[in-house]
């Protein structure tokens, strides 16, 4: 695959994700699959950021090392990032009189690094314009870099900013134009070269894995949300937040995060849906309303978005070490369900599913993302809304049903599967309680060792029915692998991008190459495929980002197989594809 | 009340105040008109959650502590069923203190009944936030080194749009409290004292000490839609005699729900708008 990359790097508020997010708009609707990555500090102002984005003609779901154009908003990135830079790349910055020490410019050198000052303040007192106006500076001398026209930046500019006078865009229009003229004078010849473009990329969406998630809530019928700022969930409340008047949603940012699952557990109850969302700490104080909502078999959904942990650990980096968090969390034994987004389109239909299954099973629901797939930028194709329905389970809401209901009908040991009829608060029938005690099939508290038995039993045949219905983990590249990769969640995008430059040309029709197990259902487990697969896979490897191999215990806990091969990384990081691509090839 | 009745049996001490506050909202529900299916009743975990099973009506027996943001999230889904919460003082005010004031706070359109018997009972009379100091209890032989919570003065500080105090022993009284508090959700949060006796535990504000004090406050001319201050001091004045009644409530505060702005104008319920949504405007954003 032909990728080029190019990262931005400055000062938190000093314009880096505004210089990310135009470059990313323009390569993408110029006909270019655009991956967008951001890295940051816990903190407002000043800080080290970075905006990188991957692009390629092809799809790409990655991010590198090391990039083609560096560009630094100030000389920290210069100190910082210097090494993050291709053989024959570009460093653009703009801090006057710099000047690198003696090895590294030796380094450089040796690299064929071209290092371009631009000089941002005379620019723009020539130009009178504000500092503000930098940033489309620096955007239009990477977009001349990368060989594209001011026409194509200046109709974006004119989208953005158009709608404050034609005054402003005049100004970013000379900044434009001074941006290609330094290009011209100072670069000569310097240029990187893009593939060429495809145009299936241009009327594609490029959204963040949040903003994903919440189309999904809202296209599943998602009618209240409560949540609790922490990162990486609080994008999403962010924008489910922003989109309430057009919705008409309930949004409540609550007191903590034990509200948040109480209120969307009542809202459940009541028969809308409902979900909230929290990371790895939130979660902890969520789970003892998890454990109510199994015995109640009430429908919840909780998102978790995962950071690395332990305690406050790395706000804003991401991890996948809350796999067992979310299966094994919460007193008591009962039904629930864990699956896990990995990319802008799962982001999407995991959310109904998640409604679906909650519904369907009558039990918690945890949907699991992580910092990296949450704030990541995907090319994504408009979502095919055809194929999603609103399934309900087993309830009642026609009157004559009503009427015949039982109240021992809402815990009833003996109803197939577990899954007994269920109908709302309001409805005209006979009453029973969400008995948060153990029950009788009514709700009635009831210590008996006889119906603990039952209603445990009861509870539990839900999970087998769940288990059944739950699709088995998805095989990418090679379907006859001699080498399978198992994995879950963020890290599909990268080894999808990795397999595919290890395996070139079409797939081999015969036995060999590699191939991908992705979980996207957690639990319970399906190992079938997987044992199948293993009988003749020469190599298993296990890629997971956290120290454990979380999913490699879960499935030795559920099928014996213990997978001896194991990258794991957990400092934050997501895996880089040159990183996981050398890991592989090994 | 028949439609209210229950086969289950109670379980309550003798002379437990939670049998006049649980005959008290069978008889205010009836009144009311309310049938058992038009109503939603959340029970705290505490002896008076043991009652959760006591009565007919859609009911939800959850955590300790934890009633009101439940309680919420459900009226917040189905605005137009009235929805009740009980509670002990144990839960309201250690382990939901938070759900407490935020609940007054926020104004959730919700009826939200105390019962006040100072201390933990079902777990065998530990002191709670509100049992008198100099009081032996379980887990506190040499009584209480914190100061008492002094309930209402809290209650007060969090601008409330309804209190109301009653006494467990009084059910005629009680019994109107509640109608009014149930009837307040149109308007928010309705806030319920009910002071009770726990034969068992309390050994201080016993039934006889309650019945000696407290009298009926609108009996003897208090208007409920007087100054804030003016009910508050009402309130804290228990030192010879106890105000029962409506001691404060308010109608021109909007609840929360009334003030969601995506929600004005609606006509349904979120329990009824679940279905497929077109997000195809959502998406053209993105391109």
Known sequence: MQRVSLKIVGAQGQGVNSVGEICAKGLKRAGYCVFGYREYMSLIKGGHSSYQLDVSHEKIESSETLVNILVTFNHHGLEKNVHDVKNGGIIIHQTPQWSFPADVQKTLAKKKITVLELPTDDILKKLKAKPILGNVLITSVVWSLLGRSADGLKELVREQFGHKGEELVQMNFGAIDAGFTFTAASAKGLSVGLPNPDPQWKNQMLLTGSVAMGLGLIHGGCRFYAGYPMTPSSPLLTFIADQQNRTGMVVKQAEDEITAAQMMSGAMFMGTRAATGTSGGGFDLMTETLSLNGIIENPSVFVLAQRPGPATGLPTWTAQGDLLLAIGSAHGEFARCVLSVSDAQDCFDLMPEAFNLAEEFQTPVIVMTDKHTAEALFTQQQYDQSKSAIRRGNLVTDPKQLKKLKAGDRYDPTANDGISARWLPGSDAVTYCAQGDEHDPAGNVNETAQNATAQMKKRMKKMDALKKALPEPELFGSQTPDTLIIGWGSNKGVILDAIKALTPGPSPKGRGGIGYLHYTYLWPMKTEKLEKLMKKTKRTILVECNHHGQLGMVIKMESGIDIKEKILKYDGRPFFYDELHSLLAV | ?287
């Open chain 2, 1 to 287: 009340m028949n439609d209210y009745s229950c086969a289950t049996q109670c379980t309550w001490c003798d002379g437990c105040g939670d049998y006049g506050i649980w005959t008290a909202m069978k008889r205010a529900l009836v009144e009311l008109g309310h049938a058992p299916h038009q109503v939603c009743l959340c029970f705290d975990v505490g002896c008076h959650g043991n009652g959760s099973d006591k009565l007919q009506g859609y009911r939800f027996h959850g955590l300790h502590g934890r009633v009101i943001p439940f309680a919420s999230g459900a009226k917040l889904a189905h605005h137009t069923m009235p929805v009740i919460a009980f509670g002990g003082d144990g839960a309201s005010f250690s382990e939901g203190i938070g759900h407490f004031v935020h609940g007054i706070r926020s104004n959730y359109p919700i009826t939200f009944v105390l019962h006040n018997n100072c201390n933990y009972g079902l777990t065998l009379g530990q002191a709670s936030s509100l049992t008198w100091q100099d009081q032996p209890m379980n887990s506190s032989p040499n009584g209480i080194p914190e100061h008492t919570l002094n309930s209402m003065d809290l209650v007060f500080a969090l601008e409330p749009t309804f209190v109301a105090r009653g006494f467990s022993g009084n059910i005629p009284q009680l019994t109107e409290i509640f109608k009014t508090a149930i009837q307040h959700q149109k308007h928010g949060f309705a806030f319920v004292d009910v002071l009770q006796a726990c034969p068992t535990y309390n050994h201080f504000a016993t039934h006889q000490y309650l019945l000696e004090r407290c009298y009926d406050a609108n009996v003897e001319g208090h208007d409920p839609h007087c100054e804030a201050q003016k009910a508050r001091a009402l309130a804290l004045d228990t030192a010879k005699r106890i105000a029962t009644g409506i001691l404060y409530q308010r109608e021109d505060v909007p609840s929360f729900y009334d003030r969601l702005i995506p929600r004005k104008d609606k006509k349904t319920t979120l329990v009824e708008e679940v279905k497929k949504v077109d997000v195809v405007e959502f998406m053209k954003e993105f391109i």
